[in-house]
Protein backbone atom coordinates (compact mmCIF):
# COMPACT_ATOMS: atom_id res chain seq x y z
CA UNK A 1 0.00 0.00 0.00
CA UNK A 2 1.54 3.69 -0.53
CA UNK A 3 0.55 6.05 1.97
CA UNK A 4 0.12 9.52 0.04
CA UNK A 5 2.06 12.36 2.09
CA UNK A 6 0.03 15.93 1.88
CA UNK A 7 3.52 17.81 2.09
CA UNK A 8 7.03 16.75 1.81
CA UNK A 9 7.49 17.60 5.46
CA UNK A 10 4.78 15.15 7.42
CA UNK A 11 5.21 12.01 8.95
CA UNK A 12 8.09 9.09 7.90
CA UNK A 13 9.25 12.77 5.22
CA UNK A 14 10.15 14.83 7.95
CA UNK A 15 11.99 12.16 9.95
CA UNK A 16 14.10 11.78 7.48
CA UNK A 17 14.68 15.43 6.11
CA UNK A 18 17.59 15.98 7.94
CA UNK A 19 19.19 13.16 6.24
CA UNK A 20 17.99 13.90 2.92
CA UNK A 21 19.49 17.81 3.02
CA UNK A 22 22.48 16.51 4.34
CA UNK A 23 24.26 18.28 1.18
CA UNK A 24 23.13 21.75 2.40
CA UNK A 25 25.71 23.76 4.64
CA UNK A 26 23.35 24.97 7.43
CA UNK A 27 26.06 26.22 9.00
CA UNK A 28 27.30 28.35 6.40
CA UNK A 29 24.10 29.97 5.71
CA UNK A 30 23.15 30.82 9.30
CA UNK A 31 26.87 32.68 8.95
CA UNK A 32 25.46 34.22 6.03
CA UNK A 33 22.65 35.03 7.69
CA UNK A 34 24.13 36.71 10.52
CA UNK A 35 26.51 38.67 8.38
CA UNK A 36 23.62 40.24 6.30
CA UNK A 37 21.25 41.09 9.91
CA UNK A 38 24.51 42.56 11.48
CA UNK A 39 25.71 44.69 8.04
CA UNK A 40 21.77 46.21 7.77
CA UNK A 41 20.68 46.18 11.74
CA UNK A 42 23.85 46.03 14.28
CA UNK A 43 22.76 44.41 17.41
CA UNK A 44 20.23 42.71 16.32
CA UNK A 45 19.73 39.52 19.17
CA UNK A 46 15.87 38.52 18.64
CA UNK A 47 15.00 37.26 15.43
CA UNK A 48 12.44 34.85 13.66
CA UNK A 49 12.77 31.89 11.81
CA UNK A 50 9.81 31.42 9.49
CA UNK A 51 9.23 27.71 7.96
CA UNK A 52 12.05 26.92 10.50
CA UNK A 53 11.62 23.15 9.21
CA UNK A 54 13.63 20.78 11.29
CA UNK A 55 15.37 23.95 13.54
CA UNK A 56 18.63 23.40 11.62
CA UNK A 57 19.25 27.75 11.52
CA UNK A 58 17.60 28.16 14.47
CA UNK A 59 20.18 25.97 16.20
CA UNK A 60 22.88 27.51 14.54
CA UNK A 61 21.77 31.23 14.85
CA UNK A 62 20.91 30.57 18.67
CA UNK A 63 24.61 29.07 18.30
CA UNK A 64 25.74 32.01 17.35
CA UNK A 65 23.99 33.83 20.89
CA UNK A 66 20.92 35.15 19.12
CA UNK A 67 17.53 34.45 20.72
CA UNK A 68 15.86 32.60 18.27
CA UNK A 69 11.79 32.02 17.61
CA UNK A 70 11.31 29.41 15.09
CA UNK A 71 7.58 29.20 12.99
CA UNK A 72 6.43 26.19 10.89
CA UNK A 73 2.85 24.81 9.75
CA UNK A 74 4.41 21.14 9.98
CA UNK A 75 3.93 19.87 14.00
CA UNK A 76 6.38 16.66 12.42
CA UNK A 77 9.30 19.00 11.46
CA UNK A 78 8.85 21.31 14.43
CA UNK A 79 8.93 17.97 16.68
CA UNK A 80 12.46 17.37 15.27
CA UNK A 81 13.30 20.76 16.09
CA UNK A 82 12.48 20.56 19.30
CA UNK A 83 13.84 17.48 20.08
CA UNK A 84 17.48 18.36 18.88
CA UNK A 85 17.10 21.80 20.51
CA UNK A 86 16.62 20.31 23.98
CA UNK A 87 19.58 17.55 23.12
CA UNK A 88 22.10 20.15 22.59
CA UNK A 89 20.64 21.96 25.58
CA UNK A 90 19.40 25.02 23.73
CA UNK A 91 16.79 27.33 24.49
CA UNK A 92 14.63 27.97 20.97
CA UNK A 93 11.08 28.79 21.03
CA UNK A 94 9.44 26.70 18.35
CA UNK A 95 6.09 27.66 17.45
CA UNK A 96 3.13 25.58 15.41
CA UNK A 97 1.51 28.03 12.78
CA UNK A 98 1.08 29.66 9.67
CA UNK A 99 3.46 32.20 8.98
CA UNK A 100 0.83 34.39 7.51
CA UNK A 101 -1.35 34.44 10.10
CA UNK A 102 1.53 34.97 12.67
CA UNK A 103 1.09 37.88 15.11
CA UNK A 104 3.35 39.23 17.74
CA UNK A 105 2.86 42.18 20.68
CA UNK A 106 6.57 42.94 20.12
CA UNK A 107 8.21 43.33 16.68
CA UNK A 108 10.93 41.44 15.21
CA UNK A 109 14.19 43.73 13.88
CA UNK A 110 15.43 40.41 11.94
CA UNK A 111 13.09 37.80 9.96
CA UNK A 112 14.56 35.31 7.85
CA UNK A 113 13.14 32.44 5.81
CA UNK A 114 15.77 29.99 4.14
CA UNK A 115 15.38 26.63 2.46
CA UNK A 116 13.55 27.87 -0.71
CA UNK A 117 10.07 27.70 0.93
CA UNK A 118 9.79 30.96 -0.98
CA UNK A 119 9.09 28.73 -4.30
CA UNK A 120 6.02 27.29 -2.23
CA UNK A 121 4.40 30.71 -3.04
CA UNK A 122 3.02 29.54 -6.24
CA UNK A 123 1.47 32.87 -7.42
CA UNK A 124 2.22 36.60 -7.17
CA UNK A 125 -0.40 36.79 -4.51
CA UNK A 126 0.63 34.35 -2.23
CA UNK A 127 4.00 35.88 -2.39
CA UNK A 128 2.60 39.36 -2.12
CA UNK A 129 0.24 37.63 1.14
CA UNK A 130 3.60 36.08 2.71
CA UNK A 131 5.69 39.62 2.38
CA UNK A 132 2.52 41.58 3.36
CA UNK A 133 2.48 39.37 6.67
CA UNK A 134 6.63 40.14 7.36
CA UNK A 135 5.88 43.09 7.02
CA UNK A 136 3.75 42.90 10.00
CA UNK A 137 5.92 41.44 12.34
CA UNK A 138 9.28 43.50 11.54
CA UNK A 139 10.20 47.01 13.09
CA UNK A 140 10.61 49.84 10.74
CA UNK A 141 13.87 49.50 9.20
CA UNK A 142 14.00 45.97 10.18
CA UNK A 143 15.37 43.42 8.02
CA UNK A 144 13.99 40.06 5.75
CA UNK A 145 16.35 37.68 4.16
CA UNK A 146 14.97 35.15 2.24
CA UNK A 147 16.74 32.30 -0.67
CA UNK A 148 15.05 30.44 -3.04
CA UNK A 149 16.15 28.23 -6.17
CA UNK A 150 16.83 30.73 -9.39
CA UNK A 151 13.96 29.91 -11.72
CA UNK A 152 16.63 28.61 -14.87
CA UNK A 153 17.89 26.22 -12.01
CA UNK A 154 14.55 25.27 -10.95
CA UNK A 155 13.30 24.87 -14.80
CA UNK A 156 16.04 22.74 -16.21
CA UNK A 157 18.06 21.18 -13.19
CA UNK A 158 16.17 21.03 -9.54
CA UNK A 159 15.03 17.23 -9.67
CA UNK A 160 17.18 13.98 -9.56
CA UNK A 161 15.51 10.91 -11.19
CA UNK A 162 16.62 8.01 -8.91
CA UNK A 163 18.60 8.26 -5.55
CA UNK A 164 19.31 6.07 -3.08
CA UNK A 165 20.30 7.18 0.80
CA UNK A 166 21.46 4.55 3.09
CA UNK A 167 21.17 5.40 6.75
CA UNK A 168 21.91 2.93 9.36
CA UNK A 169 18.47 2.05 10.37
CA UNK A 170 17.12 2.40 6.99
CA UNK A 171 17.34 3.04 3.18
CA UNK A 172 14.95 4.87 1.36
CA UNK A 173 14.94 4.79 -3.08
CA UNK A 174 13.37 8.21 -4.41
CA UNK A 175 12.31 8.01 -7.61
CA UNK A 176 10.97 11.49 -9.00
CA UNK A 177 9.13 12.95 -12.11
CA UNK A 178 9.37 16.54 -13.18
CA UNK A 179 7.20 18.21 -15.52
CA UNK A 180 7.06 21.77 -16.26
CA UNK A 181 3.82 24.28 -16.74
CA UNK A 182 5.36 27.01 -18.79
CA UNK A 183 2.18 29.08 -18.77
CA UNK A 184 1.74 29.23 -15.11
CA UNK A 185 5.70 28.95 -14.41
CA UNK A 186 5.47 26.20 -12.33
CA UNK A 187 7.75 22.69 -12.27
CA UNK A 188 5.19 20.16 -10.53
CA UNK A 189 7.43 17.21 -9.02
CA UNK A 190 6.27 13.76 -8.24
CA UNK A 191 7.36 11.72 -5.43
CA UNK A 192 7.72 7.75 -4.91
CA UNK A 193 9.12 7.07 -2.02
CA UNK A 194 10.57 3.32 -0.75
CA UNK A 195 11.56 3.26 2.81
CA UNK A 196 13.13 0.28 4.11
CA UNK A 197 13.75 0.63 7.89
CA UNK A 198 14.99 -3.19 7.79
CA UNK A 199 11.67 -4.49 9.88
CA UNK A 200 10.33 -7.16 7.21
CA UNK A 201 8.10 -4.04 5.58
CA UNK A 202 8.81 -1.63 2.83
CA UNK A 203 6.64 1.68 3.39
CA UNK A 204 5.70 3.32 0.06
CA UNK A 205 4.84 7.10 0.44
CA UNK A 206 3.99 9.82 -2.61
CA UNK A 207 3.89 13.03 -2.46
CA UNK A 208 3.78 15.80 -4.67
CA UNK A 209 4.42 19.43 -5.33
CA UNK A 210 4.74 22.49 -7.32
CA UNK A 211 7.70 25.04 -6.96
CA UNK A 212 7.18 28.58 -8.59
CA UNK A 213 9.89 29.21 -11.14
CA UNK A 214 11.09 32.66 -9.47
CA UNK A 215 13.67 35.49 -10.77
CA UNK A 216 15.69 37.68 -8.65
CA UNK A 217 14.56 40.81 -10.15
CA UNK A 218 10.72 39.60 -9.66
CA UNK A 219 11.12 39.08 -6.07
CA UNK A 220 12.74 42.14 -5.39
CA UNK A 221 10.01 43.93 -7.16
CA UNK A 222 7.09 42.26 -5.48
CA UNK A 223 9.14 42.96 -2.24
CA UNK A 224 9.17 46.60 -2.74
CA UNK A 225 5.57 46.77 -3.52
CA UNK A 226 4.54 45.26 -0.10
CA UNK A 227 6.75 47.89 1.76
CA UNK A 228 10.18 46.88 1.84
CA UNK A 229 13.41 49.23 0.47
CA UNK A 230 16.97 48.77 -0.02
CA UNK A 231 16.56 45.29 -1.70
CA UNK A 232 19.83 43.35 -2.45
CA UNK A 233 20.89 40.34 -4.06
CA UNK A 234 23.30 37.44 -3.62
CA UNK A 235 24.32 34.44 -5.10
CA UNK A 236 24.95 31.16 -3.39
CA UNK A 237 25.97 32.62 0.16
CA UNK A 238 28.79 34.95 -0.95
CA UNK A 239 28.87 38.51 0.84
CA UNK A 240 29.16 40.15 -3.16
CA UNK A 241 25.76 41.52 -4.44
CA UNK A 242 27.38 41.29 -8.30
CA UNK A 243 25.29 38.14 -9.42
CA UNK A 244 25.67 38.19 -13.32
CA UNK A 245 26.74 34.74 -13.12
CA UNK A 246 23.43 33.24 -12.52
CA UNK A 247 24.12 31.40 -8.93
CA UNK A 248 22.10 28.37 -8.78
CA UNK A 249 20.87 29.83 -4.54
CA UNK A 250 19.71 33.61 -5.00
CA UNK A 251 19.31 36.06 -1.33
CA UNK A 252 17.10 38.58 -1.32
CA UNK A 253 17.41 41.05 1.16
CA UNK A 254 15.26 44.16 2.15
CA UNK A 255 14.45 46.53 4.99
CA UNK A 256 11.13 47.74 5.90
CA UNK A 257 10.32 51.15 5.23
CA UNK A 258 9.77 53.65 7.77
C1 LIG B 1 11.78 23.53 2.33
S1 LIG B 1 11.33 23.41 4.02
C2 LIG B 1 12.56 24.49 4.72
C3 LIG B 1 12.78 24.18 6.18
C4 LIG B 1 14.00 24.88 6.80
N1 LIG B 1 13.88 26.31 6.79
C5 LIG B 1 15.26 24.44 6.09
O1 LIG B 1 15.96 25.29 5.52
O2 LIG B 1 15.56 23.25 6.13
C6 LIG B 1 9.86 24.36 4.04
C7 LIG B 1 9.17 24.45 5.42
O3 LIG B 1 8.17 25.46 5.35
C8 LIG B 1 7.06 25.05 6.12
N2 LIG B 1 5.92 25.85 5.65
C9 LIG B 1 5.41 25.90 4.40
N3 LIG B 1 4.40 26.79 4.35
C10 LIG B 1 4.30 27.34 5.59
C11 LIG B 1 3.47 28.33 6.16
N4 LIG B 1 2.52 28.94 5.45
N5 LIG B 1 3.64 28.65 7.47
C12 LIG B 1 4.59 28.03 8.21
N6 LIG B 1 5.42 27.09 7.71
C13 LIG B 1 5.28 26.75 6.43
C14 LIG B 1 6.99 23.54 5.87
O4 LIG B 1 6.26 22.86 6.87
C15 LIG B 1 8.47 23.17 5.86
O5 LIG B 1 8.93 22.80 7.13
Not at 123 to 140: C, S
Amino acid sequence: MTVYSDSMFTNELAKYYDAMRAYRDYGKEARFADALIQKHCPGTGRVLDLCCGTGEHAIKMTEMDYQVTGIDLSKDMLAVAREKAEKSGLSIDFIHGDVNDFETSTKFRAVYCLGYTLLYMTTHQKAMDFFNAINRILEPGGIFIVDFINGWSIADTWHKDKVTYSFDDATIFLSEQATLDRKNRLKHLEFHYLIDEFNGKVKTVFAEEDLRIYFEDEVGLLLSSCGFEKIEYYGDHKLNTDIKDLPEIVIVSGLKKG
